[in-house]
């Protein structure tokens, strides 16, 4: 299939100017007319959000400790690229060939170095025509329809053309079915691709199918296989964090998370999730020093969310330094604040009533009503349940526990459950409120079996 390049817009990201120039005249080769230069990683962030290129050879060592790898990451992070545009890395690195065979961010194509134009426009003109091939699912997929795509996928399928694209199809039909809500069939459907071949990511995607239909402990023992045997599978291991968080051991998945944060710094979303392992896990140091590391080194425009804010707030509060947590507040413009979802605005001023009482307490008291009836994140109920413990108003407190004993959460917040109300003397009443819910699920759960079921499952209810 030969593909026309003249329309497509290039982009050649490399520090080096001989390297440049040798790239430029490859894609003026294959027939491009418009091709820019990016001289580094900041160069290229900011050509790639302003005029979005078609086409991007980047280089994998762009100098000042940033990488291709990084630069791939934050593109695909914040959405700058199309599924249509194509990313190759050019790269000198040979262990890169076995690193990018197990990770899931990784670039459409990559060439070893050194290599001849004629094989680097043949990898080009191959990423070209399975771009050209997938073109009608990605639209698809890009407009939230995830029936019509996999429909879509099961049509290229049977394709005399898809053959080469087998397990490309068999992966992004296992990974639409996740995105659309559908876990035991993506589960199924990476299991499939597994009994051809041992992909990495495939075995990650069991483990995240499973960690969607909330089993755990099955999980875990998916994505311990990946991590021991694709060490370099970095989002592996924050998936296995993430996971271990579940299962309420926060130790494990802060020493993971320390482990692969040292060795990618500049990975802000994993710096993110270190901080949450962190506070979850009673070390308040290492949680602040992250998230002010995000604070102060995400530099992406719009990368830095109230939640980050909120999260140092918290970081701050649990290192008992009010002071710098009222700082942070205070830095929150009230416009933006007024504009946010429910939930943000009650995680702020429950945490401005934990440093600032006076202040904060009566904003607490004027969303009372919906912060009663609405469901939240973990983070908010935890943030609202401690406002409300440390102001006396036990009946907003035990509505919040409530929440999140009833949740798929209620491991993961158990223990600072738990610091909570020992913290208020009110240990006995937790107790209370776990019973309680026991007893609700179980109603729930014969309410919802054939009749006789109910008294052999739970014979001590007759």
Same mark, same amino acid.
């Given at each position: 299939?030969?593909?026309d390049?003249s329309k497509?817009r290039?982009?050649v990201?490399d520090?080096? &100017?001989m390297?440049?120039?040798?790239l430029?005249?490859i894609a003026?080769?294959?027939?491009a007319?418009?091709?820019e230069f990016?001289?580094?990683?900041q160069d290229a962030?900011?050509r790639i959000?302003?005029? =979005? &290129?078609?086409v991007i050879l980047?280089?994998?060592?762009?100098g000042?400790?940033?990488?291709?790898?990084?630069l791939?990451?934050?593109?695909?992070?914040?959405?700058?690229?199309t599924?249509?545009?194509i990313?190759i890395?050019?790269t000198g690195?040979?262990?890169?060939?076995?690193?990018?065979?197990?990770v899931e961010?990784?670039p459409?194509e990559y060439i070893?170095? =050194?290599?001849s134009?004629?094989k680097?426009l043949?990898?080009?003109?191959?990423?070209a025509?399975?771009k050209?091939?997938f073109s009608?699912y990605?639209r698809?997929?890009?407009n939230?329809?995830?029936?019509g795509?996999l429909?879509?996928?099961?049509?290229?399928?049977?394709?005399?053309e898809?053959?080469?694209?087998r397990?490309?199809i068999m992966r992004q039909?296992a990974?639409?079915m996740l995105?659309?809500?559908?876990?035991?069939a993506a589960e199924?459907?990476?299991?499939?691709i597994?009994e051809?071949?041992?992909?990495?990511?495939a075995?990650?995607?069991?483990a995240?199918s499973?960690h969607h239909?909330?089993?755990?402990?099955?999980?875990?023992e998916?994505?311990?296989?990946?991590v021991?045997?694709?060490?370099?599978?970095?989002?592996?291991?924050?998936?296995?964090?993430q996971?271990?968080m579940?299962q309420?051991?926060?130790?494990e998945?802060?020493?993971v998370?320390d482990?692969?944060?040292r060795r990618? &710094?500049r990975?802000y979303?994993?710096?993110r999730?270190?901080?949450e392992?962190?506070?979850?896990?009673?070390?308040?140091?290492t949680?602040?020093t992250a998230?002010?590391d995000v604070?102060?080194n995400d530099?992406m425009?719009?990368?830095?969310?109230? $939640?980050d804010?909120l999260?140092?707030v918290r970081?701050y509060?649990?290192?008992n330094?009010p002071?710098n947590?009222?700082k942070?507040?205070?830095?929150i413009k009230e416009s933006?604040?007024?504009?946010?979802e429910?939930?943000?605005q009650a995680?702020?001023?429950?945490?401005l009533t934990l440093?600032l $009482?006076?202040?904060?307490? $009566?904003k607490?008291a004027?969303l009372? =009503?919906?912060?009663m009836?609405t469901p939240f994140?973990a983070?908010?109920?935890l943030d609202l349940l401690?406002?409300?413990l440390?102001?006396g !108003?036990?009946?907003?407190?035990d509505?919040q526990?409530?929440?999140?004993l009833?949740?798929?959460?209620?491991k993961?917040?158990f223990?600072?459950?738990?610091?909570y109300?020992a913290?208020?003397g009110?240990e006995? !009443?937790?107790?209370?409120?776990?019973?309680?819910v026991?007893?609700?699920?179980?109603?729930?759960?014969?309410?919802q079996?054939? =009749?006789?079921?109910?008294?052999i499952?739970? $014979?001590d209810?007759t």
């Amino acid at each position: 299939m030969s593909v026309d390049f003249s329309k497509k817009r290039f982009l050649v990201v490399d520090d080096q &100017p001989m390297a440049r120039e040798a790239l430029r005249t490859i894609a003026q080769s294959a027939g491009a007319f418009a091709v820019e230069f990016a001289v580094g990683y900041q160069d290229a962030l900011y050509r790639i959000r302003n005029n =979005p &290129p078609d086409v991007i050879l980047c280089d994998y060592m762009l100098g000042k400790d940033r990488s291709g790898q990084q630069l791939l990451e934050e593109v695909r992070r914040f959405n700058l690229l199309t599924d249509e545009a194509i990313f190759i890395m050019v790269t000198g690195e040979q262990a890169y060939e076995q690193v990018v065979s197990a990770v899931e961010l990784a670039p459409d194509e990559y060439i070893i170095k =050194p290599f001849s134009p004629d094989k680097l426009l043949f990898r080009l003109e191959r990423v070209a025509a399975r771009k050209e091939f997938f073109s009608p699912y990605y639209r698809l997929r890009r407009n939230g329809d995830y029936p019509g795509a996999l429909t879509t996928l099961g049509q290229l399928a049977k394709n005399e053309e898809g053959r080469q694209y087998r397990y490309e199809i068999m992966r992004q039909q296992a990974e639409t079915m996740l995105a659309g809500g559908n876990a035991t069939a993506a589960e199924t459907a990476y299991r499939a691709i597994l009994e051809n071949y041992q992909f990495p990511w495939a075995q990650a995607g069991v483990a995240r199918s499973l960690h969607h239909q909330q089993r755990t402990s099955e999980a875990r023992e998916e994505i311990e296989r990946v991590v021991a045997g694709a060490p370099h599978f970095f989002d592996a291991a924050d998936l296995k964090a993430q996971i271990c968080m579940a299962q309420g051991d926060h130790a494990e998945a802060q020493r993971v998370l320390d482990d692969v944060a040292r060795r990618t &710094p500049r990975n802000y979303l994993r710096k993110r999730l270190l901080a949450e392992a962190a506070t979850l896990n009673g070390d308040v140091e290492t949680a602040r020093t992250a998230m002010a590391d995000v604070i102060e080194n995400d530099t992406m425009p719009g990368a830095i969310t109230l $939640p980050d804010q909120l999260a140092l707030v918290r970081s701050y509060l649990a290192a008992n330094d009010p002071i710098n947590a009222e700082k942070i507040l205070y830095t929150i413009k009230e416009s933006d604040l007024l504009y946010s979802e429910l939930g943000i605005q009650a995680s702020y001023y429950a945490l401005l009533t934990l440093t600032l $009482p006076s202040k904060g307490k $009566p904003k607490l008291a004027g969303l009372r =009503p919906a912060l009663m009836a609405t469901p939240f994140d973990a983070a908010t109920h935890l943030d609202l349940l401690h406002a409300a413990l440390s102001v006396g !108003d036990d009946l907003l407190a035990d509505t919040q526990a409530t929440h999140l004993l009833s949740s798929h959460d209620a491991k993961k917040v158990f223990a600072t459950l738990r610091k909570y109300y020992a913290l208020y003397g009110r240990e006995a !009443d937790l107790r209370n409120l776990q019973r309680e819910v026991a007893l609700q699920r179980i109603r729930v759960r014969d309410s919802q079996a054939e =009749p006789g079921e109910a008294a052999i499952a739970t $014979p001590d209810a007759t």
